[in-house]
Every structure is written in C-alpha cells, then in structure tokens.
C-alpha cells in the first residue's frame, strides 16, 4: 500500500479559494472522479475529484480554509501495484531455505512475525443509550498503545474517551464525528501483533478466539466513567457546558484559558485546540487594555417570541464594526462632556447672503462648513486636543497635521470621512468636500483612505432636532464635539433681551490627556469664533 497526496487543480484563474466543505470521512472508500471536497471562490462553487482509488487517511485541510492552486488538500491510502508481485517471491523463499538447523528456530520466530486483526468496541458506557462521537482521536496508519484515546463520546452531561483495549495500528476507523455509538458498537480496527506477548504459542489464542477477545474489555470498563465523573465533579465552572472534547480542556488548563470565553469554529460550534491558540495570541498581542473591561457581566439572552411577534435582522458590517468601537471607547476612555452654547446669529445671516454666490459655484455651504473650520483653527490654538495616548500609556503623540473628521448617518450605518488638512483650506473648499464625502458615504463608495487620519470629530444632529447628547470618543483621538439643533432664544444684551439663535454645543474628552482646563479653554476659544466667524481670518 502506498499513500498519494492529493493537490487543489487548476482554478480557472481564481488566486485562492474557501473550502466549504468535505465529502467524505477519513476510512471511507473512494473511486476516482469522486468528490473529496467543495471549493467557492467569489462566483462559482467547484468539487475537487479523487484522482486515485483507495481509501481516505486524512484531510490536510480544515472546512473553511483558504486554499490555491498546488496545496496539499488530503492523504489517500492506494494499493501499490509495484510492490504486490514481489511479495510472492518472498513468501515461495522461506519454506526452501529452511534447513534442519534453522527449522529449531522457526517456532520462535513465526510468533513475532504473525500478526491479526482484533476489533475495538466501544465499552460499558453505563447505559444503552446512543451518544455522539465529537471527535476522532487517530488516523488511519497510526501506531496506538494500551489505553490511548481512540475517539471521544459526549452525552448530555460528560464527555468520555473510547480508549484502546490493545496495542497495535490502526488499519480502520469504523465511526466519524457525528455518528451515535452506544455501548458494543464498532470503533475501529487494529492490525495487532502476537509480538507483545511473551508466550509466542499463546499469544495469538486472545486475539482469534472470539470468548478471550472480550477478557481485556474490563479495563476500558472501569476507566470509562472516570471522564464523567471528572466533569460532573466540576459543573460549577461556566467552562465545563462549552462544547470541546478532552484534548481541548487539558490544553485550555494548561494555558489557563477560560474555554466559555473562547470562540468555537468546529463543527456545531465546537471549540477546537486552534480556537484555543488563536484566542491566546488576540490575548496577548493586546496586552496594554486586555484588562479593560474585564469581568463585566454579560447582557442575559431573552426570549422576545414570548412577548409577541419577532423578526432577528442581521446588522450589517458597519453597525457591527461601530458598535464595537462605540464599546471598546466608552469602556476604555474616562470620559468627560462639557456644554456651552454659541450664538450664531451672525453666522447664519452671513450663510444666508452666500447662497446666490453658492449656486453659481455650484457647492452649498451649511453650517457644517463653519463648524469644521472653527474647529481646525481651535485646534491650531489648543494643540492639547490635537494629541493621542501612546500605547504604551507613557507617551502622547503631538500631531502637527490638522483633519477633522465628521461622523455622517448613511442606510448602512454610522461612518466618519475626514476632511484632510482642514486649517489650510477655505470655507468653499470645505463645503464642497463635505459635500462629495457625504454623497459617497451615502452610496457606500468611501474608501478607507478616506476615513483615516482623523484628529478630531464632529458630530452634528443638525434639523434633526435634540437639545444636546453626550458623545463618545473616537478613541485614539481625545476629543468628539456634538451639536444639536439650534434655536431662537432670548439673550439678555446688557439692557435687554434680544432674540439670538443658539447653536447647543457638548465637548466630550479622554480625561487622561485633557483636562478641566484644557477643555474650557478649547470650548470658549470655538464659541468665539462662531459667534464672531471675523476671528477665522485673524
């Protein structure tokens, strides 16, 4: 027998490709032209045909791997047409060279030689229930010893090992994750070797005999519970009601790692060793804030269908991306919001005169436009807010650019374009920026280019109404403005009140680069610029 490597074809020009699925289990049978596996690329679905007969040893891919042209996707086991006619001689040799002499010491040597097969069956479980076979602890060609796990059962309370009540290499695996074995049922075959007795005459007696082949079962007996009662003794960690065989618990145990805070990839949801490693390695190459947030509780599940009609909606890649960020920053940064109020009376009459000039341009201005600019300039003259926190939590970085980022509500969600070097650019310019960023935020055509850099955001409700709302930060930035909807209020002048329209304003800072003085510095220095927009030339 000889094992072949079977590679991914030609893909028809796709650079790599998802599996999607395996065809077949390890052991089984195939022919040639049979399917071993599904491939998708970006247009098309494809099966990747057995180019050999036998039988399957081992996938060397996962379902949902990433593959190209030339990788080594599976191992089958084919009959080696070579090697069957030079056994023949062999065997034709051995009675000729018997001499006298050497047949006194063929009664010792024949024993060692001889070898069988001896069937594994699944022991006393405790009960004739059916129970699932999680995992497949060997392959096909694999040398096992006494005792060594052969496959792992879960019931509704425990996992157990099916261990191997003999010594000698695995020549078939009669089950596959999934199935359901109760107890007496086949598990695999072993090709075992009357050289681990020390009586050669007697050693094969246990292995054909078919009353003696059930004599090692009882210690696969005794051992089998074990594995219950280990982790019934256990049910007060949130770990043991996660779904991962043995293997994976001890690996978790070693590195210390709670299996109810990792992500299962297998089959079901299972958690694998890779899972394990993986959430490790996202531990570790994020050690500066891994403790951030660390043991809040989680949100209990509610059954809503309880209550009334329910749909579930997926969210789409944004709002899932911004709900992460909105938490990762609130759970991170010490926030602290400050309010103030603008008088834009004279701004907006100024706005209003611009509109005549505006559609000859071809480019409307809104409020929007003065905003960015006021904040540009604030930002030249308060460069404390124009910092981020190191990750080393030591250091700042003092930025000498100016881009200010303005958060926009699009069909798909929140995004945030950055208008790039906002302090060197006019309010025509701006308004027209903001205009194009907007259309392709909307259109859902922004590039990431364009969403990057920022220094600082605005936030703006605009006509849509609100008194004022507590923003987030746009961690790593260290500053966020929010603006409401303005409104007509009486202003007292000195000698009386006027009516002066009121941009509400709430300043929101990372409290551990700003502080109190900072951020009232900034906010008078931008409230003054927006009730007189003269200071923006100065």
Request: aromatic share 4%; glycine share 8%; charged share 20%.
């Amino acid at each position: 027998m000889a094992v072949e490597i079977v590679t991914v074809p030609d893909l028809g020009g796709a650079e790599s490709v998802d599996v999607i699925e395996l065809s077949v289990a390890p052991g089984d049978a195939v022919e040639v032209e049979d399917s071993l596996l599904v491939l998708e690329s970006d247009k098309a679905t494809m099966d990747v045909p057995s180019p050999f007969q036998g039988s399957l040893v081992k996938y060397l891919v996962a379902d949902g791997a990433v593959v190209k042209v030339g990788d080594p996707i599976a191992e089958i086991e084919v009959a080696d047409a070579e090697q069957a006619p030079a056994a023949e001689p062999v065997a034709e040799a051995q009675p000729v060279a018997v001499e006298p002499a050497a047949a006194e010491l063929a009664p010792a040597a024949a024993p060692a030689q001889t070898s069988s097969e001896q069937l594994i069956l699944v022991p006393d479980i405790g009960s004739d229930d059916e129970i699932d076979v999680i995992e497949i602890s060997v392959a096909i060609g694999d040398q096992v010893e006494e005792g060594d796990t052969l496959l792992v059962l879960e019931s509704d309370k425990a996992t157990m090992d099916v261990p191997s009540s003999h010594s000698g290499k695995v020549i078939k695996i009669l089950a596959a994750e999934g199935n359901k074995l109760r107890t007496g049922a086949e598990v695999a075959v072993l090709e075992v070797t009357s050289a681990a007795s020390p009586e050669p005459v007697n050693s094969p007696e246990p292995i054909n005999s078919p009353e003696p082949a059930k004599a090692p079962e009882p210690a696969p007996v005794a051992a089998a519970p074990a594995p219950a009662a280990q982790v019934t003794q256990t049910d007060s960690s949130p770990s043991d009601s996660v779904y991962a065989g043995p293997a994976v618990r001890l690996l978790a145990r070693e590195l210390g790692v709670q299996l109810d805070k990792v992500t299962g990839t297998g089959p079901r949801g299972r958690v694998q060793k890779d899972d394990v490693n993986n959430y490790v390695k996202a531990a570790l190459s994020s050690a500066p804030t891994a403790t951030a947030g660390a043991g809040i509780p989680q949100v209990p599940a509610v059954d809503f269908s309880q209550f009334g009609d329910i749909e579930t909606v997926a969210m789409s890649k944004i709002q899932k991306l911004t709900a992460a960020n909105m938490q990762r920053n609130w759970l991170n940064v010490p926030h602290v919001t400050q309010f103030d109020e603008a008088d834009i009376t004279e701004l907006e009459s100024f706005r209003k005169s611009l509109k005549d000039e505006g559609e000859k341009r071809g480019i409307r201005i809104t409020p929007v436009s003065f905003l960015i600019k006021a904040l540009a300039t604030s930002l030249q003259a308060n460069p404390e807010f124009n910092r981020s926190l190191a990750g080393d939590g030591e250091n700042y970085i003092q930025k000498h650019y100016c881009h200010v980022g303005m958060a926009v509500d699009t069909p798909r969600g929140l995004v945030v374009p950055v208008i790039k070097d906002a302090d060197q650019k006019g309010i025509w310019d701006i308004s027209a920026e903001i205009a194009s960023l907007a259309a392709s935020a909307r259109e859902g055509r922004l590039k990431p280019a364009q969403m990057q850099g920022g220094c600082f955001t605005l936030s703006s409700l605009g006509a849509i109404g609100g008194t004022g709302f507590t923003p987030i930060v746009n961690s790593p930035e260290v500053g966020i403005l929010g603006v409401s909807k303005s409104q007509i209020k009486p202003v007292w002048n000195g000698s009386e009140f006027a009516p002066r329209l009121m941009l509400p304003l709430a300043l929101s800072y990372d409290h551990r680069v700003i502080n109190g003085g900072d951020a009232g510095r900034f906010m008078t220095h931008l409230v003054k610029l927006l009730s007189d927009i003269r200071h923006l030339a100065l």
